[in-house]
């Protein structure tokens, strides 16, 4: 088994640039078009693929733990009249729909990280679009709190999808023009046909961009509105320096499985299910945000997290055909607690609070894996708080009922709103949706929940016996992997998320699912389709008839 | 061009009875084999096609407007040991996609249609399940607001689509499980993935029906429940007899064109674009509720709402190709604006109310229907009240800027609310979710809006005048119906619901467009899909890759 390399460091960015100055960090798009991530398609007009939104997600990740002082984050081009072309559509041609399902779904996982650094850590992001931003790039200006839009009689904002591709803008763009910008359904009908985009003010008057300015004043009104942003009196309880270095977490590959310090996933290429295990600390964990700053990356509530999300990634990009994830975990409940208790008293300090939304941030990865999880509770196990979460996010649970044996689970405040869904709700709110009662009087237990009491409880699906065990689990197991992987994921997509929807959950169910359907159109990926035409002579060839 | 009849009547049902005694109505599905919408698949089991489905959904609108006494809605079935299949296989696996896709919309239509007359006729359904119910049959149980099962050992509850078929329930049934029953995920999973499904006491304890009773008792405890519904004192202001007979309204087809008494339906096939024009009544209509129930479906809100619904049902199924609908109306404003002040005056005469809640499905059907939609407003045109919602529901509008011929719109308290979306806004608090203010402003305004005023409004997209008119117009024509059906679709759906979700736009939304995007799947619909391989000895063959 081969993995991939989705750890990105600064130093060795290829398409952006990263400079922090005071409260201000700055992040320039100058795409290498001689380094795309594959072989095959020149990046041209800083269009994008996986690599070059790897570093994105990198440089997003290092601005909440590296650098605490920044307040506010341009993100900007170099180069002259472009901001960025978005997806580069020959790397869209030339992917399978697996890969092009997952792409859309990271780039959108990024987007909505760089929402939640604004929302959660109080970064203000700023597009400055010094050039024209087309699909994936406007994409990426109206994840931004702002954007400014250079005036020069050229340069415009535009979703050019569907009437040139035949295809969706794929990274939220619909939802957030119409749900997070709020525009009008009409004009957003028109800027969404228009392949050539709206241009200064008339995409001001529309709501797709917040300022214009004309180009010889470009760089200054936007610096004079970044300095503006950084003068603002610091909020009681903000982020403040010193911040705490991002070590590479990648993972040791023996035979079929990858080893991290803490995870550990174990893949069965026959069988097509995968182990992925999470181990509790071994020895001490900080007790106090000073101890975490000391220990920094190397604490195990950031390196878990951070070994977990690399393994979604593998599964999603380097094991497509792994339709199965059993969850399970090892080691000392009593050190899971120990370390959750130290995330809730310390909540208020920003290093804590990163690294809660850093556990949060791989556990919605985990719920949007087009994967089966089933959870597996044995002895040795310990699905504690945090861990816990582990159980609730699985598609169904096994937990051992064997007096001999006896396994247990530990909730904690952890679980109780910390670690959200996507929609708002924590994974126990959201199974609990019809009696909210069930939530409380499963947080009232602070003590270890055998495993009658936790069937009881409903906290987990089935408890068979010593006898039954084995059978019953490895049958769930090979059932499952059996069904049609396309069946499964529209299915869990569907169950996993119940009760309220959000913008996150509206891209992720109701926009990826259109956009998944139509990636498999002939009129967009035929050999006939607009897609697959791209960049050539010919002109698409639709089949008509309306669904 | 040929219509399809989507006209029935109860004295020629063939796989439906409709028996009505007091308050009590008792739907009975007894789907005749050998009697399909088209030939070529025996409706086995129970099973159904749009031809059993027509004909259910006629039976709801015949309860609404002709029985209004009725309080209580028994659904059954006469068959032993079934009380339906769900969706015809066969059928399904001989329709095309564009097929397949407008049968679940309209299905699920009719199930959502069913929870209205619950919600807001105060007619209480009751499935009662005298044998299994699977797939759509299931489905169509959880859309009623009770459900009792037979006990008898065999008779199931059931989702056998996605292990045995390769696809989703198609009928919202994922979605009703976890947001409607709120049964909690993982259970669901486990009865979604379990062919032969949940019987008797373990259907009851997960919470997918609300009795069980044992065959020797099944009929008098559902007749003893049912008895006690129809005992509860009738609630002030409740829906009381005579009721009025619902006329079929079927159009006239005159070449390409299909009329109507109050709705055209004008076809040009070569170019791909429909008009549809709306006409105002041309004489007096109803004032007061006594006169709307003497002139009853002849009456123009009514008949004009039926007409619309049809020609829409044309459009799904019998004109597949056409893209684009352009929306007229014809004829005198302050008629449709008599009628705007009679309903709303009389809000709470339940035939008023019916026929409001009639209109309401007529354009929320227009919402989710597949084709780009235009409004047109030209002097003559009559876009007020009831009939500017077309303007709203339309993807973007053109009004003609000419002071030699002025066009007018006009508000009513019709669409303050009265007329909602699936997610539960109005047409216009949606399309001003940015601000409120606007819709407040628009409704204050009870005069005639000319098209200036429109403009600044916000009410329209677009006002050419005299001299672009003519060319502005017939080129975004071509233009729309230029583009990709598919990506139209999806940028549609995505544009028109901005803001919040409902159970229903989830349906619509979410669990609509992942079953889309699992027809066009090999493994459900290719040679060696399970779905094509329904029914034959072999065994499908998947395409492992996860998404």
Known sequence: METLDFQRHPKRYLHWKLAVEGPVARLVMDVQEERPWRPGYPLKLNSYDLGVDLELADAIERLRFEHPDVRVLVI??????????????????????????????????????????????????????????????????????????????????SFPETPLLAVLPGTGGLTRLVDKRRIRRDLADVFCTVAEGFRGSRALKTGLVDHVHPRSRFEAKVQERVQQIAAQPRAKGARAGPGIELEPVAGRVEGDTVRYQHVTLAVDPRSRVATLTVRAPEGDEPATPQELRRRGAKAWAIRFARELDDALLQLRFALESIGLVVLKTEGDAAKVLAVDAMLVAHGDDWLVNETRLLIGRALRRLDLTARSFFAVLEPGSCFAGTLFELALAADRSYMLHDPARPVQVRLSPMNDGRLPMSHGLSRLRCRFLADPRRVDAALSIREPIETEQALELGLVTFAPDDIDWDDEVRVAIEERASLSPDALTGMEASLRFAGPESMETKIFGRLSAWQNWIFTRPNATGDEGALSLYGRPERPVFDWRRT
């Open 76 to 157: 900007t081009s170099t180069r002259d009249k472009i901001f960025c072309a978005g997806a580069n559509i020959y790397m869209l041609q030339s992917s399978t729909h697996a890969f092009k399902v997952n792409f859309c779904k990271f780039t959108n996982e990024t987007r909505i990280g760089l929402e939640e650094l604004a929302r959660e850590s109080g970064v203000r992001t700023v597009a400055a679009l010094n050039g024209t931003a087309s699909g994936g790039g406007y994409e990426l200006a109206i994840a931004c709190d702002e954007i400014h839009l250079i005036d020069d009689g050229s340069s415009a904002v």
